[in-house]
């Protein structure tokens, strides 16, 4: 059962272009959505990340757009650049007796072209 | 420096043989795991300690045993290892607090069975 469902599995964008990854969720008691970041050969790295009580949130050029009611998420890279070539994972966490585990989605490979 | 190191980087044993990960947190974290990342990329939890108890256990086949001597600590051992655990697995660590925050990787182990 895949509780987390990202899109797409990969994607190319020009340099300067927007770069949108989508995340899609089926359990209503995740309470924290980040957004990893992971270059070849290293463990993925916090990019950003939002609580449900908030529809947006922004940290320079990384949007997450969240939509409590669609459980829906989505990552928006403005001005990408060939820097930003990564994989990106989408995750969800719960509070409680859960510790933080955290939920991923299938990634998605990030290529930006100069 | 390193927030959470592992050893070794590279792993490359027979089938049938006893291998170990070690993981160390310099971040005074209360929580670690283990996450397994697949040939896919796709990451998933397999372990979860807290203050050196165990407190989730991702239906992981028994000849996978986490052992935390301290809660800075947490390795993974591995017995009769199969060539459907080649994979990478990262430890990663997070401080106890409520509600969502970051979970700090390690540079992962590149297991691989031959």
């Known amino acids: 059962q895949q509780q987390v469902k990202q899109s797409p599995q990969s994607l190319i964008v020009q340099k300067g272009g927007i770069s949108i990854i989508n995340c899609a969720y089926e359990n209503t008691a995740f309470d924290y959505f980040p957004w990893y970041q992971q270059f070849p050969g290293k463990g993925p790295a916090l990019l950003i990340a939002?609580?449900?009580?908030?529809s947006e949130k922004k940290e320079g050029r990384f949007t997450i757009s969240f939509n409590k009611s669609a459980k829906q998420f989505s990552l928006h890279i403005m001005d990408s650049q060939p820097g930003d070539s990564a994989t990106y994972f989408c995750?969800?966490?719960?509070?409680?007796?859960?510790?933080?585990?955290?939920?991923f989605g299938q990634g998605t490979i990030l290529t930006v072209h100069p | 420096d390193t927030a959470v190191s592992q050893t070794p980087k590279y792993l490359v044993t027979q089938m049938g043989n006893d291998k170990s990960i070690k993981c160390e947190q310099n971040l005074g974290h209360d929580t670690m795991y283990w996450y397994k990342q697949d040939s896919k990329k796709f990451l998933k939890i397999m372990f979860s300690y807290n203050n050196k108890e165990l407190i989730i256990n991702e239906t992981v086949p028994n000849r996978f045993s986490p052992k935390s001597p301290d809660k800075a600590h947490l390795n993974l051992h591995i017995n009769s290892l199969e060539l459907g655990d080649s994979a990478v697995y990262f430890c990663?660590?997070?401080?106890?607090?409520?509600?969502?925050?970051?979970?700090?990787f390690g540079q992962g182990t590149r297991l691989t069975v031959v």
């Open positions: 990663a660590s997070r401080p106890q607090r409520a509600g969502g925050t970051e979970a700090f």
């Open positions: 939002i609580r449900p009580d908030v």
């Open positions: 995750a969800a966490s719960k509070g409680g007796t859960s510790y933080g585990k955290l939920t």
